[in-house]
């Protein structure tokens, strides 16, 4: 693992509860993504982020999510008024530098179970 | 749009024996391959990706993998496993040109027993 960190590791919410997840990148890293994994799924691209900015957010649902990644401190992705169906598990990738045309190698943290009751 | 095909969701195998991880994937343009290894609780670590060039790439802890653009495969291999390489493994495509948003398959879960 390259040293990205995530927190919490597991999180349990009431449904219409609001969930915060963080994500610290690698240091140096002003790259960071988010994906979320349902079960028996593979990862789903959700919102990719440079510092104070959103790049790219084709993957976030319409409504009752959102992200940033502020100048100082962690990326958070936040889940307001969670249903049970935002039960999965969310990882956050970071990259030292642009892209590159799809070619930079993401580093992945351990991610952050949520489960909705 | 791209997508990712991994055709087996479980593979179980004994201890030294070899082992193949199939990935197929659908793309109208270039793209570029990853497969990634997930063990249990832990975050993905990439064992190695194609870009270019030679189409058998090796990556970490003796796995490779061989691009096949006429068959759009990029299937993982592994000619001796063993019990410390069960885990999770993910392919993935990235189109030439994109952003970065990664497109995974579903899984292969791969179980080595003694």
């Known amino acids: 693992n390259a040293g990205v960190m995530q927190n919490p590791r597991h999180l349990v919410r009431r449904r219409g509860q609001e969930a915060r997840l963080r994500c610290s990148p690698v240091k140096g890293h002003s790259h960071v993504y988010w994906y979320r994994q349902l079960p028996e799924e593979g990862l789903k691209f959700m919102v990719y982020?440079?510092?104070?900015?959103?790049?790219?957010e084709s993957g976030m649902p319409k409504e009752r999510f959102s992200a940033e990644f502020p100048k100082e401190g962690p990326s958070i992705l936040r889940i307001q008024q969670v249903v049970r169906g935002d039960s999965a598990a969310y990882f956050c990738?970071?990259?030292?530098?642009?892209?590159?045309?799809?070619?930079?190698?993401?580093?992945f943290g351990p991610g952050t179970r949520l489960l909705v009751l | 749009a791209q997508s990712v095909t991994q055709l087996d969701s479980q593979v179980p195998v004994f201890e030294e024996a070899p082992v193949e991880l199939r990935c197929n994937y659908s793309s109208s343009v270039s793209v570029y391959l990853f497969w990634y290894v997930q063990y249990p609780n832990q975050g993905l670590q990439l064992l190695l990706k194609y870009l270019s060039g030679s189409t058998l790439v090796k990556g970490i802890n003796g796995f490779e993998a061989e691009f096949n653009k006429s068959q759009t495969s990029f299937h993982l291999r592994k000619p001796s496993v063993h019990i410390s390489d069960t885990a999770e493994y993910f392919c993935?495509?990235?189109?030439?040109?994109?952003?970065?948003?990664?497109?995974f398959g579903k899984g292969t879960k791969l179980s080595v027993k003694p």
């Open positions: 982020l440079q510092k104070e900015n959103i790049i790219d």
């Open positions: 993935a495509v990235n189109r030439k040109g994109s952003q970065g948003n990664l497109i």
């Open positions: 990738a970071s990259s030292p530098r642009a892209s590159s045309g799809g070619q930079e190698t993401q580093y």
